[in-house]
C-alpha cells in the first residue's frame, strides 16, 4: 500500500471538493467551499498547497492557471484515518472498539443483522 499522507479536518474539507470534481483552479475550490465555511480565499489557497506538499494533491499548469487533482483516493483516506484512530485510541486492537461502540450505541435490529452477516462472512 503507498504512503498515505495525514491530513487535518480542513485539508479534508478540500479533499472533498477536489475528490468531488477535479482538476479544479484554486478559484473553483474556493467557490465550492464559500458556502461550506467561513474561510478566506487565502485560507484555502494555503491548505491547497500543504496538500500539494503531502502530496495528496497534484497539479497542472495551463497558461496561468493551475488545475488540482487529488493523488490519494477517499478510500485510501478514509482506510489510513481508521488505522491511525484505532492505533492512537485503542493500541491497535479491533475488538475493544467494537465492544465500546456496540455498547454505547443505539443499533436498530437492521444494523445487528447487517453486522452478523458481515461477521458470518468473515467466518468462511
Known amino acids: 500500500m503507498k504512503n498515505i499522507p495525514q491530513i487535518s479536518d480542513a485539508e479534508w474539507e478540500v479533499m472533498k471538493v477536489l475528490w468531488a470534481k477535479s482538476p479544479m483552479s484554486s478559484s473553483e475550490v474556493v ?11 487565502k485560507t484555502i489557497k494555503t491548505l491547497i498547497s500543504r496538500l500539494v506538499q503531502k502530496k495528496a494533491v497534484g497539479f497542472k499548469e495551463e497558461g496561468r492557471t493551475y488545475h488540482y487533482y487529488p493523488i ?6 478514509s482506510k489510513a484515518e481508521s488505522q491511525s484512530f484505532l492505533k492512537r485510541i485503542y493500541g491497535g486492537a479491533l475488538q475493544p472498539m467494537f465492544v465500546h461502540f456496540l455498547q454505547e450505541e443505539k443499533l436498530s435490529q437492521k444494523d445487528i443483522e447487517e453486522l ?9
Open 31 to 41: 467557490v465550492m467551499l464559500e458556502g461550506k465555511s467561513n474561510w478566506k480565499a
Open 116 to 124: 452478523k452477516n458481515i461477521l458470518e462472512e468473515k467466518t468462511k
Open 72 to 77: 490519494v483516493t477517499q478510500e485510501e483516506c
